[in-house]
């Protein structure tokens, strides 16, 4: 079992930056993959990147291409979201996820464990 807890989000101006962070509780084996997802109200839920524990393979949805960067530190066991040059298109409630498999697939029926999310709003 696995639990993870989300930090870092908050309101921001659009071209601003945050750093959002997901910290999990519990075994990460080195064949997992933790994704990020987004999700805003009335929407569904939005794949944003994702990354192998192992090896760092990184995967970025085309939207946040070059504005977003997910990274982890294995010895801590959290994986971090930079976000930069936000709009204001990038408001949602923000969710990380654990995939035993390390497919790190962009559908959230890719994902076995879910963190609650945290807020983030991009005012213009």
């Known amino acids: 079992q696995v639990q993870l807890v989300e930090s870092g989000g908050g309101l921001v101006q659009a071209g601003g930056s945050l750093r959002l962070s997901c910290a999990a509780s519990g075994r990460i084996f080195s064949n997992y993959a933790m994704g990020w997802f987004r999700q805003a109200p009335g929407k569904e839920r939005e794949f944003v990147a994702a990354i192998r524990w192992s090896g760092g393979t990184t995967f970025y949805a085309d939207s946040v291409k070059g504005r977003f960067t997910i990274s982890r530190d294995n010895a801590k066991n959290t994986a971090y979201l930079q976000l930069n040059s936000l709009k204001p298109e990038d408001t949602g409630v923000y969710l990380c996820?654990?995939?035993?498999?390390?497919?790190?697939?962009?559908?959230?029926?890719?994902?076995?464990?879910w963190g609650q999310g945290t807020q983030v709003i991009v005012s213009s």
């Open positions: 996820a654990v995939d035993r498999t390390g497919f790190s697939g962009r559908s959230p029926r890719d994902y076995d464990y």
